[in-house]
């Protein structure tokens, strides 16, 4: 296994949406959604022109797009974000995750990854299965749950119903990561669902709402590690976390420059200084997700599942 993965990825994998909606599953530990009168219809409707947008703009901007559509049964309402049960690494291994909503479980396909190892040229070594953590009542959520330095091998994850201690030490173990847990909350003390919604970790830059992390030992631990691995670190406000400024994604271009992706809403929030960090560091593109944040309180990075996968193609 190679020592050290490198931090961005040059391709994503993209999930179009059958029946997209608000998930009345996740309702409950994910404060972000359902902030929507649009009947189902509407949802999906819009949804579409969001996904395809966001694609065609990922596209333009030099990152490989792999989309898989979704199917109509079983009903995935949150299909559209394929990062919560699937990670692809660059030592072959695809990991699949324990999820909380029983209607989120079925999100699972074998044959989007037979797809990427038979069809589309990329090197499947192994399947992890964390999946049976479910049987516990114990879940971990992929890249919602987690979010990786895979250079420097540590995942930061902030603990929820949605990211329990079991299934993060396993995955920690299996595959060779440190872990920096620690608890978060938006700004009426409710728990923060995923990780990814507050923070991101880029190649050279990171931004992160420290002000969601309450104790102070864990909120100085994260921005120690975040520095000491090499990071400049762009403090986001509460305003911006409910944005989805956190829920941003740096990618690669074809051409091996660095690409910064999140919402028009995310990029909206940021303030002149913030934005010039960004820029600095890559070139930034944002789409309009305003029906999918919406509706299923996730945002750009919740939709791409970055494939790290060695290409032989």
């Known amino acids: 296994m190679p020592a050290n993965e490198a931090q961005l990825a040059s391709a994503v994998l993209m999930i179009r949406p059958a029946r997209f909606e608000s998930?009345?599953?996740?309702?409950?530990?994910?404060?972000?959604?359902?902030?929507?009168?649009?009947?189902?219809?509407?949802?999906?409707?819009?949804?579409?022109?969001?996904?395809?947008?966001?694609?065609?703009?990922?596209?333009?901007?030099?990152?490989?797009?792999?989309?898989?559509?979704?199917?109509?049964?079983?009903?995935?309402p949150d299909s559209i974000f394929p990062n919560n049960w699937v990670s692809f690494h660059a030592d072959g291994r695809v990991v699949l995750y324990p999820m909380e909503a029983p209607n989120r479980r079925t999100e699972r396909r074998a044959d989007i990854i037979a797809r990427l190892d038979n069809e589309l040229g990329y090197q499947v070594t192994e399947i992890v299965d964390l999946s049976a953590h479910e049987d516990a009542g114990h879940y971990l959520e992929g890249t919602g749950s987690m979010v990786l330095d895979r250079h420097n091998k540590v995942a930061y994850a902030c603990l929820s119903t949605r990211t329990q201690l079991d299934p993060l030490g396993d995955f920690a173990q299996r595959m060779d990561y440190e872990v920096v847990a620690f608890d978060a909350v938006d700004r009426n003390g409710v728990p923060i669902y995923h990780t990814n919604v507050l923070m991101n970790v880029g190649e050279a830059v990171a931004v992160v709402c420290d002000a969601a992390i309450p104790d102070e030992e864990q909120r100085a631990a994260v921005l120690a590690s975040l520095r000491n691995s090499g990071h400049e670190v762009i403090r986001l406000s509460f305003d911006q976390l409910d944005a989805f400024a956190g829920n941003m994604l740096e990618l690669r271009d074809a051409n091996g420059g660095r690409v910064v992706a999140m919402s028009t809403t995310a990029w909206d929030s940021l303030n002149t200084e913030q934005r010039q960090m960004l820029q600095d560091n890559g070139a930034v593109v944002h789409a309009p997700i305003d029906n999918i944040e919406r509706s299923a309180g996730g945002s750009v990075r919740c939709m791409l599942a970055e494939v790290h996968l060695p290409n032989l193609g």
Do not use: C, W, Y
Not at 25 to 34: D, H, K, V
Not at 60 to 72: H, M, P
């Open 23 to 76: 998930n009345p599953m996740t309702a409950a530990s994910n404060l972000f959604q359902g902030k929507t009168s649009a009947s189902a219809e509407e949802q999906q409707t819009q949804a579409l022109l969001e996904f395809d947008g966001l694609a065609a703009i990922l596209r333009d901007a030099g990152v490989t797009v792999i989309v898989a559509d979704d199917t109509e049964e079983p009903h995935t």
